[in-house]
Every structure is written in structure tokens, then in C-alpha cells.
């Protein structure tokens, strides 16, 4: 996520870096609020993603004993990974 917000303060501005910070923030308190209305990432069932609004970025996650542990955040021009 650092990489991606760096990316966007740099080609879009310091506006467009928080816009990118907040749409990842909205993601995982999504994740967080309710996680199981989440799609299940079928390779790796437990797993669960939240496709994040207005940018190109998936984030990966797990439901843990009620506790949302992020696994990774991935632009969606790379191929999400097998196992995490």
C-alpha cells in the first residue's frame, strides 16, 4: 500500500495520495465490519477480498477469530497469487 500511495502522490498529487488512502482505509473497515459478506477467493477458500472503489487494488484477508488480518493488497493488472 505504501508503494501504491507513494505511485499516486507522485503522478497525482498529495489530494490524490489520500484519496488512495482512504479507499484503502474504507476497505479494510469494510472487511472489518462485516467480513463474511465478502467474496470468497475460491483458490484459497478461507481467504476473502474486497475490491476497492475507484482504484485498481484488491485486498486480500482472513477472518480470524473475529480479527481481520490483511494478507495482501494487489493491483488487479497482477495475477492474484495461488496461496498466500
Not at 36 to 41: D, G, N, V
Amino acid at each position: 500500500m505504501r508503494q501504491a500511495i507513494a505511485w499516486y502522490r507522485k503522478e497525482g498529487g498529495a489530494k490524490l495520495a489520500l484519496d488512495v488512502a482512504g479507499a484503502f482505509e474504507l476497505a479494510a473497515t469494510a472487511a472489518a465490519d462485516n467480513p463474511m459478506s465478502h467474496s470468497a477467493y475460491e483458490p484459497v477458500p478461507p481467504v476473502r477480498r474486497v475490491v476497492i472503489k475507484r482504484f485498481p487494488y484488491v485486498v486480500f484477508f482472513v477472518n480470524d477469530d473475529n480479527i481481520v488480518v490483511v494478507l495482501d493488497v494487489i493491483h488487479t493488472s497482477q495475477k492474484p497469487p495461488s496461496s498466500f
